[in-house]
């Protein structure tokens, strides 16, 4: 599966020396470990995973450098091409994914919405984010147009066809 990856140049330099880039805890933002936790329950998987891009909208595949949020503004960063084994790649719902990180409940439409959910019913609706037809397209958009990103436990040097340098935006 082509994929796109993008990392501090760091990050490029690590999977060039060792051959693997991993995910790694430390790197992941104190607020949303807890939902990195719930993520890697889920996909049973014994660190973070590494993020990519799968579908970047509904017009591209590849991530669109010259747009703006990728990495912090003026750092030196890498997009990696690559074509992992199918079998090690999960997509998910980009939308629905922040939903995650913001502690929601992901209810199908407007008036399956809970006002009131218990923390289980949230933890629950969580696992539609991997559902990529998920959800009435009036309030979540057309499946088609969504953002898809990837999560994969590893990636390996030998999966790489290209890298870009660029400066984020």
Not at 36 to 61: Q, T
Not at 71 to 97: K, M, Q, Y
Not at 112 to 130: A, C, G
Request: net charge positive; charged share 25%.
């Amino acid at each position: 599966m082509i994929l796109w990856t993008i990392q501090h140049v760091e990050a490029w330099r690590t999977l060039e020396r060792r051959g693997v880039l991993l995910g790694d805890m430390r790197r992941v933002d104190a607020h949303w470990r807890q939902f990195y936790r719930w993520l890697m329950e889920h996909l049973s998987y014994r660190r973070p995973p590494v993020w990519a891009w799968y579908a970047y909208g509904a017009r591209r595949k590849k991530p669109d450098l010259r747009g703006s949020g990728h990495r912090p503004r003026g750092e030196h960063a890498v997009c990696v091409e690559f074509d992992a084994p199918n079998e090690l790649v999960t997509l998910s719902r980009f939308d629905l994914w922040n939903c995650v990180l913001n502690n929601g409940y992901l209810s199908v439409d407007e008036q399956h919405d809970l006002d009131n959910p218990t923390p289980r019913q949230t933890r629950q609706s969580w696992r539609h984010v991997f559902d990529l037809n998920f959800g009435d397209p009036a309030w979540f958009g057309p499946p088609d147009e969504a953002w898809i990103q990837a999560t994969l436990p590893l990636l390996r040097i030998e999966w790489v066809r290209s890298c870009q340098h660029f400066k984020a935006r």
